[in-house]
């Protein structure tokens, strides 16, 4: 079973930075994929970052060379380093995992971040 607990949000001034961590609390986390999405008022989900169980990453166009997501299997941990952030970085984040075995996506509750000016 895939339980995922996030956290590290909050409010941050732009130009700073914030690490977020999702807590998988299964026992599978290394064979699962995993990503960060976000959730701006008034707009669809989008995929901000996501990380094989081998670890190859992929990012949104607009994050790239500001955001770095990594995973540790050993703590079953996701992170995401988010560094130079913008107003429009604004958002509830989520963790989300597809497991191989199970063929099921799974979501955290999300964490709030919002960038002020």
């Known amino acids: 079973q895939v339980q995922l607990a996030e956290s590290g949000g909050g409010l941050v001034q732009a130009g700073g930075s914030l690490s977020l961590s999702c807590v998988d609390s299964?026992?599978?986390?290394?064979?699962?994929?995993m990503g960060w999405y976000r959730q701006a008022p008034g707009s669809q989900r989008e995929l901000v970052a996501g990380?094989?169980?081998?670890?190859?990453?992929n990012y949104l166009e607009s994050v790239k060379g500001r955001f770095t997501i990594s995973r540790d299997n050993a703590k079953r941990t996701m992170y995401l380093q988010m560094n130079s952030l913008k107003l429009e970085d604004t958002g509830v984040y989520y963790c989300?995992?597809?497991?191989?075995?199970?063929?099921?996506?799974?979501w955290g509750q999300g964490t709030q971040v919002t960038v002020s000016s």
């Open positions: 989300n995992a597809w497991s191989p075995l199970s063929r099921a996506v799974y």
């Open positions: 990380i094989t169980a081998q670890g190859k990453a």
């Open positions: 299964g026992t599978m986390f290394s064979v699962n994929s």
